[in-house]
T-cell receptor, first 114, second 113 residues
Framework: ETGVTQSPTHLIKTRGQQVTLRCSSQ?????VSWYQQALGQGPQFIFQ???????GRGNFPPRFSGLQFPNYSSELNVNALELDDSALYLC?????????????FGPGTRLTVT | AQSVTQPDIHITVSEGASLELRCNYS??????LFWYVQSPGQGLQLLLK??????LVQGIKGFEAEFKRSQSSFNLRKPSVHWSDAAEYFC???????????FGKGTSLLVTP
């Protein structure tokens, strides 16, 4: 069974640029959630994708957007990068059938905005 | 909104000693609760979860947690800590939406020889 994978591992961008982060869900999972973890903080929910549509969103501006593909992999796009976007971005996959299911996290992408 | 509080930012224990990490939740009905562990520079690993039923849940790596409704708590315990347990521990609760996790700020565990 393949776990959640994310790419790239690390990324350095300049303020104002755009970035795309990628996530492959765990085998058998159909739902992907994205979280932002600032240094010294707990992860904050950005959004979730299920059946290729945004299923819910946290308190993040529209310049944070995403996609989910037919194979359940996902992308997180951030436009007009700000210094405060520097964080560890975590992807989590789960299986949505009914009820609540646990989320399994990938290793994250460390984004540094200069 | 459902939330969790982890009162201890840092905890230091000696190797071989017992461990208890505190987590308090805020929610009217029965919450869905989780404990995750994060090693330096790594993602989150699920240790255990509570959805319903038996209030004492067993997890991986010898961890257990007890759900106490009367105290709104879900504390994580381990009888004997190993040096490899040094990490950041996060308590989380499923949000009102039913799909997002709301995390505490974490407790950093240091294990001394």
């Amino acid at each position: 069974e393949t776990g959640v994978t994310q790419s790239p591992t690390h990324l350095i961008k300049t303020r104002g640029q755009q970035v795309t982060l990628r996530c492959s869900s765990q085998s058998g999972h159909n739902t992907v959630s994205w979280y932002q973890q600032a240094l010294g903080q707990g992860p904050q929910f950005i959004f979730q994708y299920y059946r290729e549509e945004e299923n819910g969103r946290g308190n993040f501006p529209p310049r944070f957007s995403g996609l989910q593909f037919p194979n359940y992999s996902s992308e997180l796009n951030v436009n007009a990068l700000e210094l405060d976007d520097s964080a560890l971005y975590l992807c989590a996959s789960s299986l949505t059938t009914s009820g609540v299911h646990e989320q399994y996290f990938g290793p994250g992408t460390r984004l540094t905005v200069t | 909104a459902q939330s969790v509080t982890q009162p201890d930012i840092h905890i230091t224990v000696s190797e071989g000693a017992s461990l208890e990490l505190r987590c308090n939740y805020s929610y009217g009905a029965t919450p869905y609760l989780f404990w995750y562990v994060q090693s330096p520079g790594q993602g989150l690993q699920l240790l255990l979860k509570y959805f319903s039923g038996d209030t004492l849940v067993q997890g991986i790596k010898g961890f257990e947690a007890e759900f106490k409704r009367s105290q709104s708590s879900f504390n994580l315990r381990k009888p004997s800590v190993h040096w490899s347990d040094a990490a950041e521990y996060f308590c989380a609760v499923v949000s009102n939406s039913g799909y997002a996790l709301n995390f505490g700020k974490g407790t950093s565990l240091l294990v001394t020889p």
